[in-house]
């Protein structure tokens, strides 16, 4: 069995698309809704669940590579840098003419981010037990 100690340099990538998916979340916050956001009910907060389940799968498998652990902890650090940046996100757009953030927003972004951690221990669940990885 592999001994599995984590890959720095996949890690890097993650974390490099993780920053330009946030650049380009903050690109489009400061841009006025599409239209179809606002005649389609729950359209809005089902894009804020999978932006942020997307930012928040980038950082679990930075977070998989970097420390090589074969889970990650609800709380940790792809929660609450993908939490942060949710906060970033809904203040930048009070600023903005023409957007509003909103509590409810910042929760789609929250729920998105938990349900992606899950999704990513699910997956490296699947993983493990297909390809066993002998940890020391």
């Not at 984590?6 to 380009?24: D, P, Q, T, V, Y």
Request: hydrophobic share 55%.
């Amino acid at each position: 069995m592999a001994k599995f100690k984590g890959n720095r340099k996949l890690a890097m990538l993650f974390i490099l698309l993780s920053i330009g998916w946030m650049a380009m979340l903050l690109t489009e916050s400061s841009q006025p809704p599409a239209p179809i956001m606002g005649e389609v009910p729950g359209l809005d907060k089902l894009a804020h669940f999978v932006a942020f389940g997307v930012l928040a799968l980038l950082m679990c498998a930075a977070s998989f590579n970097l420390h090589g652990r074969l889970t990650i902890p609800l709380l940790s650090a792809p929660l609450l840098i993908t939490a942060l940046a949710g906060l970033i996100e809904e203040g930048y757009q009070m600023s903005v003419p023409g957007r509003q953030g909103s509590l409810s927003d910042f929760i789609a972004d929250l729920t998105g981010t938990v349900f992606a951690i899950w999704f990513a221990n699910r997956i490296a669940l699947i993983l493990r037990c297909r390809n066993p990885i002998k940890m020391d």
